[in-house]
């Protein structure tokens, strides 16, 4: 047993000092680590330097790439500008819950209605023929505070939508030259009224039967003296509702009629729709002929009586959503894409196309085509200058000067209503079931050269009585706006008429003339104006500085790493 062991051990002694022999050991676990370390080192080797070249090279193609970009951007910072410009413009439609469909639902300013009345100085000498004799009053100012309600029909859509509106007059006694209750002489536009929409018939007629009628009711005297705020908005005479009949004009059925008459559910529903549509028509009537009969019974008419708090006609125009250019153009009022005043099937009697004032649209350009409702037409709006408002570029627009010329379109049927001289536009058109002896025009005949039928000599000034709009172009926005018109009694001689028996040629007598709109913007507006212009700016330097920076941070980084690396 003793040689063998002796013979192991001497092997054991061997294998130990063998210089070229892995020296073995029994324990496993060390041995474990120093192989996986090995081999980990191995890997660092042979993968690490590729991924992170791999890593790093593309930190420096990145970051160079969005500082080019960035740089780029820079150089077509006017490109990019536009393009946000467009977006921010798009956004200017009436989009139902948008803040510039609330800005027009409800408007962010009041504007404000300044009138100038004329009293008759000599309403004896009238009487007898004289030509009136009047002097300026005012102004007067009133707060006018728009109030629109959306109508719902058949024909909606997100392109368009159809509104009516109504205006809420409140008198600002700190701001008027005057009261109320100031007395003024002035023509009896009622009974003026009447004898125009007589004027066709026989004179036995005129002087035996609508001449005793007028003189019956209400004030009988061609020319009286009323309060200004009466005049403006409501004083007493019953002449005015004339037109007013009993509306029970049928004999009352008795009893045994009920009970001998058949009715079923059909003749009922039949029945029904004709009270329906019976309603209807009077109500459209009730918009062509006012009725001045109030609450307590009394008629009350006044010559601005019916803009007061009193929804019109139902005006359809487009939103913009699909192309903010179109934002209030007119489609249509009423369900009429004409006024059906002037000359049939003319461009003059268009409705279409024309812009409605409450809103306008982004990118104007130098010219538009403006809704003027009282004076029953669309009138051309022209660029005249560039201003600036608060900081804010305007452009402002006046009425084209021969927008109010002669011209055969506005006067359809000279034979029946005789055309008036350039400047003076006469309303009867507009208004057949009442024929108001009205004529607009610009106030003190603005624009219009010397007229030998008016009753007194005009002073125009551009400045108190043009018409105009400052208006931010970019957004559609007006920050100033007066529109300002003027109207005037037309008296035809008519023998068979007092006062009028008295004339040898037309008149035109004036009777008031207003401006209503705003000379300042609120800071409201001034303040979200300026941040709706900032945006493009902003959103295209602040795109062009922050891919500039951003590959600016990466190339720091990279750069940071690498000498990191060379100090290693």
């Not at 063998?18 to 080797?45: G, I, M, Q, W, Y």
């Not at 009628?213 to 002449?239: C, H, I, K, M, Q």
């Not at 250019?325 to 007119?330: A, C, D, L």
């Not at 507006?525 to 959103?539: G, I, K, Q, Y």
């Given at each position: 047993m003793g040689?063998?062991?002796t013979?192991?051990?001497?092997?054991?002694k061997?294998?130990e000092?063998?210089?070229?022999?892995?020296p073995l050991?029994?324990?496993?676990?060390?041995?474990t680590k120093v192989?996986?370390?090995?081999?980990d080192?191995?890997?660092?080797?042979?993968?690490?330097?590729?991924?992170?070249?791999?890593?790093h090279?593309?930190s420096?193609?990145?970051?160079?790439?969005?500082?080019?970009?960035?740089?780029?951007?820079?150089?077509?910072?006017?490109?990019?500008?536009?393009a946000?410009?467009?977006?921010?413009?798009?956004?200017?439609a009436?989009?139902?819950?948008?803040?510039?469909?609330?800005?027009?639902?409800?408007?962010?300013?009041?504007?404000l209605?300044?009138?100038?009345?004329?009293n008759?100085t000599?309403?004896?000498?009238?009487?007898?023929?004289?030509?009136?004799v009047?002097?300026?009053?005012?102004?007067?100012?009133?707060?006018?505070t728009h109030i629109?309600s959306?109508?719902?029909?058949?024909?909606?859509?997100?392109d368009?939508?159809?509104?009516?509106?109504?205006?809420?007059?409140?008198?600002?006694?700190?701001?008027?030259?005057?009261?109320?209750s100031?007395?003024?002489?002035?023509l009896?536009?009622v009974m003026?009224?009447?004898?125009n929409k007589?004027r066709?018939q026989?004179?036995?007629?005129?002087s035996?039967?609508?001449?005793?009628?007028?003189?019956?009711?209400?004030?009988?005297?061609?020319?009286?003296?009323?309060?200004?705020g009466g005049?403006l908005f409501?004083?007493?005479?019953?002449l005015?509702?004339?037109?007013e009949?009993?509306?029970?004009?049928q004999e009352?059925?008795?009893a045994?009629d009920?009970?001998?008459?058949?009715?079923d559910d059909d003749d009922?529903?039949?029945?029904?729709?004709d009270?329906?549509?019976?309603?209807d028509?009077?109500?459209?009537?009730?918009?062509?002929?006012?009725s001045?009969?109030?609450?307590?019974?009394?008629?009350l008419?006044?010559?601005l009586?019916?803009?007061?708090?009193?929804e019109h006609?139902?005006?359809r125009?487009?939103t913009?959503t699909t192309?903010?250019h179109?934002?209030?153009?007119?489609?249509?009022?009423?369900?009429?894409e004409?006024?059906g005043a002037?000359?049939?099937?003319?461009?003059c009697?268009?409705?279409?196309?024309?812009?409605e004032?409450s809103?306008?649209?982004?990118?104007?350009?130098s010219?538009?085509?403006?809704l003027?409702?009282?004076?029953?037409?669309?009138i051309?709006?022209?660029s005249?200058?560039n201003?600036?408002i608060?900081?804010?570029?305007?452009t402002?627009?006046i009425?084209?000067?021969?927008?109010?010329a002669?011209?055969s379109?506005?006067c359809?049927?000279?034979?029946l209503?005789?055309?008036?001289?350039?400047?003076?536009?006469n309303?009867?058109p507009?208004?057949?079931?009442?024929?108001?002896?009205?004529?607009?025009?610009?106030p003190?005949?603005?624009?219009?050269?010397?007229?030998?039928?008016?009753?007194?000599?005009?002073?125009?000034?551009?400045?108190?009585?043009?018409?105009?709009?400052?208006?931010?172009?970019?957004l559609?926005?007006?920050l100033?706006?007066?529109?300002?018109?003027?109207?005037?009694?037309?008296?035809?001689?008519?023998?068979?008429?007092?006062?009028?028996?008295?004339?040898?040629t037309?008149k035109l007598?004036p009777?008031?003339?207003?401006?209503e709109?705003?000379?300042?913007?609120t800071?409201?507006?001034?303040?979200n104006?300026?941040?709706?212009?900032?945006?493009?700016s902003?959103a295209?330097?602040?795109?062009?500085?922050?891919l500039?920076?951003l590959?600016v941070?990466i190339?720091?980084?990279?750069?940071?790493?690498?000498?990191?690396?060379?100090?290693?």
């Amino acid at each position: 047993m003793g040689p063998p062991l002796t013979a192991k051990k001497s092997v054991d002694k061997y294998v130990e000092k063998d210089p070229f022999l892995a020296p073995l050991t029994n324990n496993n676990a060390e041995h474990t680590k120093v192989l996986v370390k090995s081999f980990d080192d191995d890997r660092l080797l042979i993968h690490g330097p590729t991924t992170s070249f791999s890593l790093h090279t593309m930190s420096l193609v990145t970051g160079t790439f969005l500082i080019v970009l960035g740089l780029v951007c820079f150089v077509v910072s006017s490109q990019l500008e536009s393009a946000f410009e467009h977006l921010v413009q798009s956004h200017t439609a009436l989009s139902y819950g948008g803040p510039m469909f609330t800005a027009w639902f409800t408007p962010p300013i009041v504007p404000l209605l300044q009138v100038f009345v004329y009293n008759i100085t000599n309403g004896p000498q009238v009487l007898a023929g004289a030509d009136p004799v009047t002097e300026e009053l005012g102004p007067y100012v009133f707060s006018a505070t728009h109030i629109r309600s959306l109508v719902q029909d058949e024909d909606s859509s997100p392109d368009s939508l159809a509104f009516r509106s109504k205006t809420n007059y409140h008198f600002m006694p700190h701001l008027s030259v005057g009261s109320e209750s100031d007395k003024l002489t002035v023509l009896n536009m009622v009974m003026m009224t009447g004898f125009n929409k007589a004027r066709h018939q026989i004179g036995m007629i005129k002087s035996g039967v609508v001449l005793p009628l007028l003189t019956s009711l209400g004030r009988a005297e061609p020319v009286l003296t009323v309060t200004v705020g009466g005049f403006l908005f409501g004083y007493e005479d019953e002449l005015a509702c004339i037109t007013e009949f009993g509306t029970n004009t049928q004999e009352t059925e008795t009893a045994d009629d009920w009970e001998n008459d058949d009715w079923d559910d059909d003749d009922w529903d039949d029945e029904e729709n004709d009270w329906t549509n019976e309603e209807d028509e009077l109500l459209r009537l009730k918009r062509d002929i006012p009725s001045y009969r109030d609450p307590s019974g009394k008629c009350l008419w006044g010559i601005l009586r019916d803009l007061n708090n009193t929804e019109h006609e139902t005006i359809r125009i487009r939103t913009g959503t699909t192309d903010f250019h179109n934002k209030g153009s007119i489609v249509d009022i009423d369900g009429k894409e004409s006024f059906g005043a002037w000359q049939s099937n003319s461009s003059c009697d268009r409705v279409k196309g024309g812009i409605e004032p409450s809103t306008l649209p982004a990118g104007l350009g130098s010219t538009f085509n403006l809704l003027v409702p009282v004076m029953c037409r669309n009138i051309d709006m022209v660029s005249q200058e560039n201003l600036t408002i608060g900081g804010i570029d305007v452009t402002r627009y006046i009425a084209e000067p021969t927008s109010l010329a002669q011209d055969s379109c506005y006067c359809p049927d000279p034979d029946l209503t005789p055309c008036l001289p350039s400047g003076y536009l006469n309303l009867e058109p507009c208004y057949p079931a009442i024929s108001p002896p009205m004529a607009v025009s610009f106030p003190h005949g603005l624009h219009s050269p010397p007229n030998p039928m008016l009753t007194h000599s005009p002073s125009p000034s551009t400045s108190q009585h043009q018409l105009y709009m400052d208006i931010n172009t970019k957004l559609g926005v007006p920050l100033a706006v007066q529109v300002r018109f003027q109207l005037s009694a037309i008296l035809r001689p008519d023998t068979s008429f007092p006062l009028l028996n008295k004339l040898n040629t037309t008149k035109l007598v004036p009777l008031f003339w207003a401006s209503e709109g705003f000379d300042q913007p609120t800071s409201w507006m001034v303040t979200n104006t300026r941040l709706a212009l900032s945006l493009p700016s902003a959103a295209a330097y602040g795109l062009a500085g922050g891919l500039t920076l951003l590959g600016v941070f990466i190339v720091s980084g990279w750069m940071c790493l690498r000498k990191r690396r060379n100090k290693l």
